[in-house]
Nanobody, 123 residues
Framework: QVQLVESGGGLVQAGGSLRLSCAAS????????MGWFRQAPGKEREFVAR????????YYQDSVKGRFTISRDNAKNTAYLQMNSLKPEDTAVYYC????????????????WGQGTQVTVSS
């Protein structure tokens, strides 16, 4: 029912900001918990942030707390990741994720993935 398409990645200098968007098709977007994961070259895919179906609850990986903000607009069928104070270690492909059940820090909890958008942060 739902297909996820990310956008908004790019090249920024350290300390800069980007906003990623995840546009969903289908009729059941609000039924899914949403999240963001990232994967750097040579590393496993890791959890970044999650948001509940209503948007009332969020959770972040420790390394991005205070810098990243996840949000969603169910009327627009879109989830977002606002990234501020970017660091070179944030460089990765960022993936939008959806779960009809519980979305956790584990990649196995994800039911649907976007195709990813590259974020590169220069020193």
């Amino acid at each position: 029912q739902v297909q996820l398409v990310e956008s908004g990645g790019g090249l920024v200098q350290a300390g800069g900001s980007l906003r990623l968007s995840c546009a969903a098709s289908g009729r059941t977007f609000s039924s899914y918990a949403m999240g963001w994961f990232r994967q750097a070259p040579g590393k496993e895919r890791e959890f970044v942030a999650r948001i509940s179906r209503s948007g009332g609850s969020t959770y972040y990986q420790d390394s991005v707390k205070g810098r990243f903000t996840i949000s969603r607009d169910n009327a627009k069928n879109t989830a977002y990741l606002q990234m501020n104070s970017l660091k070179p270690e944030d460089t990765a492909v960022y993936y939008c994720a959806a779960s009809i059940g519980s979305l956790t820090v584990r990649v196995g909890s994800v039911d649907l993935w976007g195709q990813g958008t590259q974020v590169t942060v220069s020193s």
